[in-house]
């Protein structure tokens, strides 16, 4: 599987970006996906993650009620939407696929990862 993440931005506070992360193969929809995100010196940390049929999502406490992660199996997409974005939310953004249908909020656990798109929130 191969990931092609895009949407990343430049965006004052308050507003609010949409990310895609497409992938190739026919095999998409067997897939549990997941967003992380890594700040500028820091680690990469878990953002949200879904199911493979899209039922059954996780968010971080730290995004909760201001990002929702969804998938169109139909399109080989997993998007994040993003609202009320803030200047701590700046980093890249990775999607990345797991084998089987359950979501998980650990690095580890995935198998293959994007390339990252940067998202940038002033103050």
């Known amino acids: 599987v191969q990931l092609q993440a895009s949407g990343g931005g430049v965006v004052q506070a308050g507003g609010s970006l949409r990310l895609s992360c497409a992938a190739s193969?026919?095999?998409?929809?067997?897939?549990?996906m997941g967003w992380f995100r890594q700040p500028p010196g820091k680690e990469r940390d878990f953002v949200a993650t879904?199911?493979?049929?899209?039922?059954?999502?996780r968010y971080a406490d730290s995004v909760k009620g201001r990002f929702t992660i969804s998938r169109d199996n139909a399109k080989n997409t997993v998007y994040l939407e993003m609202n009320n974005l803030q200047p701590e939310d700046t980093a890249v953004y990775y999607c990345?696929?797991?084998?089987?249908?359950?979501?998980?909020?650990?690095?580890?656990?995935?198998?293959?990862w994007g390339q990252g798109t940067q998202v940038t929130v002033s103050s």
């Open positions: 193969g026919r095999t998409f929809s067997t897939y549990a």
């Open positions: 990345a696929a797991r084998r089987g249908s359950v979501p998980n909020i650990y690095t580890q656990s995935y198998d293959y």
């Open positions: 879904i199911s493979s049929p899209g039922a059954l999502t």
